[in-house]
């Protein structure tokens, strides 16, 4: 599968900000999908993930409450809604997929085979 990741920007803190995540294939909720973003000079750092089948959903402590991942399997997609944007969310966000991923990997992004190209979000204060 192919991943096509889009929607960042520049933005001002407080602003929201709606992150795109395409797939290209079948059997695309087969998949667990997730946001991983990498700030300036730090690691991958797990945002949210949206499991295949049911797709519960999960969350990086600092980002609940405040992101929502949700997905549309009849578009092969899959969205990040983040809300309130701080500075130290700049970063550039990554999607990633992962077949019938066991629920207890979802965070962790070795196990994650196919990834997006990236979309950066800044935000200034």
């Known amino acids: 599968v192919q991943l096509q990741a889009s929607g960042g920007g520049s933005v001002q803190a407080g602003d929201s900000r709606r992150l795109s995540c395409v797939a290209s294939?079948?059997?695309?909720?087969?998949?667990?999908v997730a946001w991983f973003r990498q700030a300036p000079g730090k690691e991958h750092e797990f945002a949210a993930a949206?499991?295949?089948?049911?797709?519960?959903?999960y969350y990086a402590e600092s980002m609940k409450g405040r992101f929502i991942i949700s997905r549309d399997n009849t578009k092969n997609t899959v969205y990040l809604q983040m809300n309130n944007l701080q500075p130290e969310d700049t970063a550039v966000y990554y999607c990633?997929?992962?077949?019938?991923?066991?629920?207890?990997?979802?965070?962790?992004?070795?196990?994650?085979?196919?990834w997006g190209q990236g979309t950066l979000v800044t935000v200034s204060s």
């Open positions: 990633a997929a992962a077949s019938v991923l066991n629920d207890n990997y979802v965070y962790t992004e070795r196990y994650y085979n196919f």
């Open positions: 294939g079948r059997a695309f909720n087969h998949y667990t």
């Open positions: 949206s499991s295949y089948g049911v797709g519960t959903t």
